[in-house]
């Protein structure tokens, strides 16, 4: 059974930092594309950083490039998102998703529709 468990969000200043971790189990390498999403009331939820764990290849939404990292640690079932220079417009609740690939790049792969198991989500506040 699949069951993906995020931690590490909190409130911070703007130009902070944060890093959600997303404990991943039973995913296994059918479900080897693994990503953090963000929504706020009243709007879809958006793919923001999405990682295949089987080779490590990446995606990341324009919003988060340059400023937030995915990475995995296979050895303890875990995706991270390490998140800097934060800004108010990144006040979301943040879900870890997971699914399997129906795409050859991840790009194509990180979007909520198709993705098998959530997390229960984890929220960021980020204060200007």
């Known amino acids: 059974q699949v069951q993906l468990v995020e931690s590490g969000g909190g409130s911070v200043q703007s130009g902070g930092s944060l890093r959600l971790s997303c404990a991943a189990s039973g995913v296994g390498l059918d479900y080897r594309i693994i990503g953090w999403f963000r929504q706020v009331p009243g709007k879809e939820r958006e793919g923001v950083a999405c990682i295949n764990i089987k080779d490590g290849s990446t995606y990341y939404a324009d919003s988060a490039k340059g400023r937030f990292t995915i990475s995995r640690d296979n050895a303890k079932n875990t995706v991270y998102l390490q998140m800097d220079n934060l800004k108010p417009e990144d006040r979301a609740a943040y879900y870890c998703?997971?699914?399997?690939?129906?795409?050859?790049?991840?790009?194509?792969?990180?979007?909520?529709?198709?993705?098998?198991?959530w997390g229960q989500g984890t929220p960021v506040m980020v204060s200007s």
């Open positions: 998703g997971a699914k399997a690939p129906d795409f050859i790049d991840v790009q194509s792969d990180c979007v909520y529709n198709g993705v098998a198991y």
